[in-house]
C-alpha cells in the first residue's frame, strides 16, 4: 500500500522548497541590539546555517535595530525594496514582571506576519518570547538548539519554494 502522500510527489502534484539557496538568493537578517547578549547567538546560528545552505556570504546583509519593536518596520522595509529572496527577523523578548512582554512579543509577531503577507517577501521569525533567561539561552544554541539557524533554514526553503511556485506558473 503507497502513502497517498508519494502519489502525490510521484505525480508532479507537490511542490516544497529544497534545503539548498538558489544560486544568487539574497538573504537580509534584522537582528535587534537589545538583549544582545542572546541575538548575538541567533546571528551567528543564522549566518551558519546560511553558509552551510549555501546562501553565498556578499548576498546577505545584516540590519540591526535597537529592539524587537523596531524590527517589524525594517523588516517590511527591506521586504519592499525589492533587493532580498527573504528575511530572517531575530530577537528576544524576554517576560518580566510587567505586561511590556505581552505588548511587544504580541505585535512583534503581528508586525512581522503583516510585513511578509503584504510584501509577498518570505519573513522567517526567529523572535524568542521566553519565560526567562535561561529559556532564551537553551534556544540560543544550547538545549533546545539555535533558533536563529531555524529561522534561517526556513528562509531558505521558502525562497527554493517560491523559485518551484514561479516555474509551476503559481
Given at each position: 500500500?503507497?502513502?497517498?502522500?508519494?502519489?502525490?510527489?510521484?505525480?508532479?502534484?507537490?511542490?516544497?522548497?529544497?534545503?539548498?539557496?538558489?544560486?544568487?538568493?539574497?538573504f537580509?537578517?534584522?537582528?535587534?541590539?537589545?538583549?544582545?547578549?542572546?541575538?548575538?547567538?541567533?546571528?551567528?546560528?543564522?549566518?551558519?546555517?546560511?553558509?552551510?545552505?549555501?546562501?553565498?556570504?556578499?548576498?546577505?546583509?545584516?540590519?540591526?535595530?535597537p529592539?524587537?519593536?523596531?524590527?517589524?518596520?525594517?523588516?517590511?522595509?527591506?521586504?519592499?525594496?525589492?533587493?532580498?529572496?527573504?528575511?530572517?527577523?531575530?530577537?528576544?523578548?524576554?517576560?518580566?514582571?510587567?505586561?511590556?512582554?505581552?505588548?511587544?512579543?504580541?505585535?512583534?509577531?503581528?508586525?512581522?506576519?503583516?510585513?511578509?503577507l503584504?510584501?509577498?517577501?518570505?519573513?522567517?521569525?526567529?523572535?524568542?518570547?521566553?519565560?526567562?533567561?535561561?529559556?532564551a539561552?537553551?534556544?540560543?544554541?544550547?538545549?533546545?538548539?539555535?533558533?536563529?539557524?531555524?529561522?534561517?533554514?526556513?528562509?531558505?526553503?521558502?525562497?527554493?519554494?517560491?523559485?518551484?511556485?514561479?516555474e509551476?506558473?503559481?
Amino acid at each position: 500500500m503507497t502513502d497517498i502522500h508519494d502519489d502525490y510527489a510521484q505525480a508532479g502534484r507537490q511542490l516544497e522548497g529544497a534545503l539548498v539557496a538558489p544560486q544568487g538568493a539574497r538573504f537580509a537578517i534584522v537582528a535587534s541590539r537589545f538583549n544582545n547578549f542572546i541575538v548575538e547567538r541567533l546571528i551567528d546560528g543564522a549566518l551558519d546555517a546560511l553558509t552551510r545552505h549555501g546562501a553565498q556570504r556578499d548576498l546577505v546583509t545584516l540590519v540591526r535595530v535597537p529592539g524587537s519593536w523596531e524590527v517589524p518596520l525594517v523588516c517590511s522595509r527591506l521586504a519592499k525594496s525589492g533587493k532580498f529572496d527573504a528575511i530572517v527577523a531575530l530577537s528576544a523578548v524576554i517576560r518580566g514582571g510587567t505586561p511590556h512582554f505581552d505588548y511587544v512579543a504580541t505585535e512583534v509577531a503581528k508586525g512581522v506576519a503583516s510585513a511578509a503577507l503584504a510584501s509577498g517577501v518570505p519573513i522567517s521569525f526567529g523572535v524568542l518570547t521566553t519565560d526567562s533567561i535561561e529559556q532564551a539561552i537553551d534556544r540560543a544554541g544550547t538545549k533546545s538548539g539555535n533558533k536563529g539557524s531555524d529561522a534561517a533554514v526556513a528562509a531558505v526553503e521558502m525562497v527554493s519554494l517560491a523559485s518551484r511556485l514561479s516555474e509551476a506558473g503559481l
